[in-house]
């Protein structure tokens, strides 16, 4: 039987790349140098954009126009030096230089926004606060953002992880077992469906606290995508499989452990990803209702205040804080789903 | 029946099976489809017996019930002279389709029945013994997506062979290999039995390689499946494919099948 080892295969192919190396130096030159032509452009534009600040005078009252120029004027000196020296500075030169068109990108939206809003006011104040007053936020009022943020997270996460839980062990059971079925599934069909936040008025009136009805409340929107999705998961896992365990000796509890929940487990973290969705929706709308902590109650009180740049600082925090979770999320299915190929990369 | 069964002589740990007047049938939309018909076979304990028969006429059927996989219709299974009422793991499956779970390494896939049973913390040696039996030593912390076809089936196989299995039972175990891995792995399949002992049911469509392989070789009918043939392979291992006596029977069996007219 011809078979080539790993080694020889992999041995094989290093061949090749290093001929294309050694006969294409010109070709890698050129390729090198249009990359450091788009970083010293990303440079130009970071620079662009502190020169922005500085040029004209600021036609409203922000205090901390100067230290965001001088933090791009820092930021285009760090980006000129990561892409002309990205051999030496290794795995950080390389990321840069990879990412060099986007913060051209960056560097110039922030160019227009500055000029569009506090030099020459083309976007109506107070709608659209220039970059230097959301700066202003984060240097004046972290500690009130930090705390909701940090509330917020609590909040999340005990729901979080209640409603998944249930979820996954309810799915289970009515993927497994009829009787549970008949039983659950029925309710399922009836409440699943309901926005969680069409319950907000009555469970903040039953529930002890705002917090424990909130909590609930994030449960109850995760859990029904995880639990829908974990028992379609179960309830099509290949009977062949069954099989092969059952002639091995396998018993009942075998069968769902080591069969059912592993077959499921890509299910499952649809369900997971999903819930992650709606609970957010939940988290935030709870907030900005019932709940006198977190960032939605952030939201809503600036929005009382009539202060927009509070409620974009915010926002980027909120968004920072979602991605993150989905992120996490998806390395803990890239590390417990590695059997898998072609998963989506987030 | 073309030719009387000679006693044999077991060899060693094999189980005996007795199948009894058995029939089956499956009820689809309504209708019945009746797939197998008054089967009887009994084989001898350490005995190598071959099935053939056209495609679709109930032969995995048929091993679905000598695994305790099914109850039949109609009729008895019995191992060593007791009842098959479930799966038990002395009478291990090769299906036709691999079946790895993709989700285990090789290891973890051949190490899937001592696991169940609960005895792999001491046993973990004859995992690394079966991987290395088929030859994919180099390989135990693969996934099933990073095997070829043929790699897959013999992890079944071995997979099966971990369990010292009383009666194996191998359903077109070879059927995905190509042509010379097919062959080398028919010697070992002989060498295996002759070592384990154990009673050997294969399923093939190959009529050379139930003669190459089988004690006897049983012939069944269009579905329903009834038994039409039992043929004794009175031949000594290892045999020679070019054997004169071994052409003579695939010639007859060829016949039975219905395809003298092309050979
Ligand atoms: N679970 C089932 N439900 C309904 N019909 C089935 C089922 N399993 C098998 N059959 C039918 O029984 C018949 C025999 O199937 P079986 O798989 O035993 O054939 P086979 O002899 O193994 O064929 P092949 O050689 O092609 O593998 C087929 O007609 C098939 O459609
Ligand atoms: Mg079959």
Known sequence: MPTYSASEVASLRGDRETALIAGDGGLQFVSRLRFSITGVGAGLAWLAFGLSCLRWPDIGDWPRTEVVAYTAFAIAGGIAIATTAQAALGKFGDGVQRRAPWLFALGAFLTLWELSTAKFGWLPLPFFPPPQSIVEVYTDDLPKLLDSAFASVKLQLGGYFIGAAVGFLTGVSIGWSRLAGYWVHPILRFIGPLPATAWLPIAFFTFPSAWSASTFLIALATGFPVTVLTWSGVASVSSAYYDVARTLGARPSFLVTKVAIPAALPHVFVGLFM????SFAVLVVAEM????AGLGFYLQWAQGWASYNNMYAALIVMSLLCSGAITLLFKVRDRLLVWQKGVVKW | MVALAKPFQPVATGASLDIKGVSHAFDIDGSVLPVLDDVSISVAP???????????CGKSTLLRLVAGLEPPRAGTLEEDGVA???PYPSRVVVFQDPTLFPWRTVWDNVALGLEAQGVLKTQRHRVDAAIDLVGLGAFKKAYPHQLSGGMAQRVALARALVNDPRILVLDEP???LDSLTRITMQAELVSLWQRNGFTALLVTHDVEEALFLANRVIVFSDRPAR???????DRPYPRHRGDPHLAELRRQILGLLGLDATW
């Open chain 1, 275 to 278: 819930g992650l969705g709606a």
């Open chain 1, 289 to 292: 209702i019932g709940v006198k």
């Open chain 2, 46 to 56: 350490g005995e190598f017996v071959a099935l053939l028969g056209p495609s679709g």
């Open chain 2, 84 to 86: 098959i009422t479930g």
């Open chain 2, 174 to 176: 070879l059927g995905k």
């Open chain 2, 227 to 233: 038994v039409t043939a039992d043929i004794t392979v």
